[in-house]
């Protein structure tokens, strides 16, 4: 069972940055794709950025440019570095993982989710 921990949520202002972890635990495969995605009050929720199994990743477009995706192999944890935090980003931002094909345009492709790591940004 895939076990998926998020740290990092945390109030910023406007144009400010925050790194969330994602610490990684039980997988039983080394080909797996990992993904952040978010969901605002009310909204529904939206692919952040992917890191697939072949290790190429993806953006949303409302983030590229400012969200980097990175990953610690020996510590099993990805990162997502957001520079430049707007109000509209603020949200629960999920961890999630799967074995299979991955798509950051369907949260339902990935079955294993984390808890969630609260951002808020004010203005």
């Known amino acids: 069972q895939v076990h998926l921990v998020e740290s990092g949520g945390a109030s910023v202002q406007a144009g400010g940055s925050l790194r969330l972890s994602c610490a990684a635990s039980g997988y039983t495969s080394t080909r797996y794709c990992m993904a952040w995605f978010r969901q605002a009050a009310g909204k529904k929720r939206e692919g952040v950025a992917l890191l697939d199994n072949d290790g190429s990743t993806r953006y949303g477009e409302s983030v590229k440019g400012r969200f980097t995706l990175s990953k610690d192999n020996a510590k099993n944890t990805l990162y997502l570095q957001m520079n430049n935090l707007q109000p509209e980003d603020t949200a629960m931002y999920y961890c999630?993982?799967?074995?299979?094909?991955?798509?950051?345009?369907?949260?339902?492709?990935?079955?294993?989710w984390g808890q969630g790591a609260q951002v808020t940004v004010s203005s």
């Open positions: 999630a993982a799967d074995y299979a094909l991955c798509y950051l345009s369907d949260y339902e492709s990935f079955g294993y």
